[in-house]
């Protein structure tokens, strides 16, 4: 290593500690305390620079830099390990006679060890996956699952995405905690915010969807590529310091310990000294729990002295301090006022059932769906019958039973619709399947809206502004037919819809040239061909980077991409066959949107052939590492410091350094503008 090399990579360790430390303040901040001090952007940028100094000095990249919780790895399969101390469960109880059952046991226990004062700790039961994470000397070295409570998957890589926890833990603290072995063990739950499990399940087709959030978690959880985990945003929240060195630590002190360690406990919890006390706790929690941002299905309650759980002792399974107690399932009785049909952007058509408006669960329900039609047979429900609605783990409510005893004689059959609602084209119902379609795909008006909805959606091309009122209003007056229509607006159409004015044409038309940009796989997920939803779309964009060879594949050929099988390539098949698709491409690809994957060259353009690029001061069209890709898929290299091998030097706002040495060496400066002319 050079002098100067020498003292640039000293001068980066500097400043990668220092953000390291920075980004994880605020990390702390956004996802333990809920309160950020800085914008997503400016998070973003802080992160991003971190990621290049690594990239430039890899030999100082660590496995606790927050630069590995965006993931990349990929896991061929998760080696085994075994616990600490074996990872009990709990036993359940479902009502509050078992409650006060286990606490009577638990007091008689007690008292024959001569114990008189003793008091419980109420908190609240997460609906997640239980792990368990090994810190040595404060750095985050292991992280499993539950498993048969005795060995557990070595999940690692997952949890280090997680944002509330810690990589490294805070050092003075962490010293004095620590016994001889220097380690200490934190176990709790990961599971997914209701926001977090609604935006994962937004951009997927109804049988990728997953039923709850806890499904989701412990689906991501065993996800081999962790980029892919860190994309579906889990949360860790912490119930158990174990192996600290004063074993006489009360849980409740240990909760506290916890937070200030930088673990999230969801902070609601509470000492609970007699019978009483838990039975308020319970009672309390089972309103209130649902205004929480994240699923809570009980109760457990843990002896506070943890000096006293060896003496109590444990069952094979559980232990005799603690136990959960479940919550009923919500329920609400209400009428059946009617059923709509509605219908998805493939032609399904799902019964919807209108209810009486009616109080559960925290919120107003007055709608539920039916599934479909074998289900409104199941259930032999009829409209004005009295139903009973439920909401558990699921989000939406829906119907678990007719109240037949309160049958009057206005109830009426439901009946199954021969004509689509929208477009009045008679219903078909193909051979093996539950569901009623409407086959006018090409102009049924409510599958061209929600078609578009879902070319717009969040995890396809993401544009904004364009919401449900809009397209509704866009298709209805025959502006537009399909997604590609879209790119041929313009604002003076837009601006002449109810509700628009020139600014919010603007805005539309703005997002619109945004997502030109979006990458190969949104794109292809943005198409709706019928069974791809995103991990598939992510499969076939790595085995076909370029659009015209997926277009070209045979039906054998997409059978042997792994996740596709026959139904998948026969329903991709048929999206290439179906002529009005053929003209969406091709509005498409005249729009300008990415056919190709990045780095897949386009044949014509090596524009940076040969030259050594360098970028410095901030562009404002492209991110530093996206332009870096540009150049890199055109032939070019890009480097970091200026020498006289540079060919380019990309100059954005306030360039420093760089800049000027380039002028002394007479290298080629240009600004963003030419840079982009260049990429064309
Ligand atoms: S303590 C030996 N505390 O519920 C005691 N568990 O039904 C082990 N859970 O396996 C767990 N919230 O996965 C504990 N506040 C909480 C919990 C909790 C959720 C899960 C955990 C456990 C299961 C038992």
């Not at 985050?140 to 995405?161: F, S």
């Not at 905690?177 to 990961?190: F, W």
């Not at 799902?350 to 925290?362: C, I, K, S």
């Not at 190969?520 to 964009?541: C, K, M, P, W």
Request: a negative charge; hydrophobic letters at 35%.
């Amino acid at each position: 290593m050079t002098g100067a090399r020498k003292m640039e990579r000293e001068k980066a360790a500097v400043e990668i500690g220092k953000l390291r430390t920075e980004i994880e303040r605020h990390n702390y901040l956004y996802y333990v305390k809920a309160h950020p001090e800085i914008s997503d952007y400016d998070f973003d940028k802080l992160l991003e620079r971190l990621i290049g100094l690594e990239r430039e000095f890899p030999d100082l990249v660590t496995p606790e830099s927050p630069s590995q919780r965006v993931g990349g790895q990929i896991t061929k399969e998760f080696s085994s390990v075994r616990h600490r101390m074996p990872m009990l469960s709990l036993s359940n109880t479902y009502s509050p006679g078992e409650v006060s059952d286990f606490y009577r046991r638990l007091e008689k226990q007690l008292r024959e060890e001569g114990v008189e004062e003793w008091e419980m700790v109420a908190e609240l039961k997460f609906d997640g996956v239980a792990v368990s994470l090994i810190y040595r000397d404060g750095l985050l070295v292991q992280g499993a699952t539950r498993g048969d409570g005795v060995q557990g998957d070595d999940i690692t890589v997952n949890l280090r995405t997680i944002g509330t926890i810690p990589l490294r833990l805070e050092p003075a603290l962490c010293a004095e905690l620590q016994g001889d072995d220097r380690e200490i063990e934190v176990r709790g739950e990961v599971f997914m915010r209701k926001d977090d499990f609604e935006r994962l399940n937004e951009g997927r087709t109804e049988e990728d969807r997953f039923a709850n959030p806890r499904n989701a978690t412990a689906g991501t959880l065993k996800l081999q590529d962790s980029a892919e985990v860190a994309r579906r945003r889990m949360t860790f929240v912490a119930y158990f310091l174990k192996g600290i060195a004063d074993e006489s630590t009360p849980h409740y002190r240990r909760l506290r310990l916890l937070e200030q360690l930088g673990f999230f406990t969801g902070g609601h919890y509470r000492i609970c000294p007699d019978l009483k006390a838990v039975e308020r706790f319970i009672d309390e929690w089972n309103e209130k729990r649902w205004g929480l941002p994240y699923e809570t299905d009980g109760v457990v309650l843990k002896l506070n002295a943890v000096g006293l759980w060896d003496r109590i002792g444990a069952t094979s399974k559980s232990p005799r301090w603690a136990i959960a107690y479940k919550y009923p399932a919500q329920q609400a009785e209400t009428e059946l006022l009617g059923v709509v049909f509605q219908v998805g952007r493939l032609g399904t058509i799902t019964p919807v059932a209108e209810l009486e408006p009616v109080r559960l669960a925290g919120s107003t329900v007055s709608r539920s769906t039916l599934h479909n039609f074998d289900e409104i047979e199941r259930l032999g429900v009829q409209v004005h019958d009295r139903v009973i609605i439920e909401k558990s783990g699921e989000v939406i409510p829906k119907v678990v039973r007719v109240v037949s005893e309160k049958r009057t004689l206005f109830s009426e059959t439901i009946s199954v619709p021969h004509e689509c609602p929208v477009c009045g084209t008679p219903l078909v119902k193909p051979d093996g399947e539950v569901s009623w379609y409407c086959p006018n795909s090409g102009h049924c008006p409510a599958q061209v809206k929600g078609r578009i909805l879902h070319f717009a959606s969040r995890n396809a091309l993401d544009i904004q502004n364009l919401g449900e009122s809009l397209v509704a209003q866009l298709v209805d007056r025959g502006l537009v037919g399909d997604a590609g229509d879209l790119y041929r607006l313009t604002k003076e159409q837009l601006a002449g819809l109810d509700r628009m004015a020139l600014k919010s044409a603007q805005n539309v038309l703005d997002a619109l040239e945004k997502s030109k940009s979006r990458s190969y796989d949104r794109l292809l997920f943005a198409l709706g061909i019928r069974h791809v939803g995103q991990s598939t779309t992510r499969e076939l964009a790595g085995a076909y980077p370029v659009f015209d060879d997926l277009r070209s594949a045979g039906e054998e050929e997409l059978a042997s991409v792994p996740d596709i099988g026959p139904v998948v390539a026969g329903s991709i098949l048929s999206f290439f066959a179906n002529p009005s698709n053929q003209e969406l491409l091709r509005k498409l690809q005249e729009a300008g949107l990415q056919f190709r994957a990045a780095g897949e060259q386009e044949p014509v353009n090596g524009n940076f052939e040969g030259m050594t690029v360098i970028f410095t001061g901030e562009l404002e069209r492209y991110t530093r590492s996206d332009a870096s890709e540009l150049v890199r898929a055109r032939g070019g290299k890009v480097t970091n410091s200026v020498s006289r091998k540079t060919s380019l030097v990309v100059a954005g706002k306030d360039a420093g350094s760089k800049l000027e040495k380039a002028g002394k060496l007479g290298v080629r400066v240009i600004g963003e503008e030419e840079f982009a002319a260049m990429l064309e």
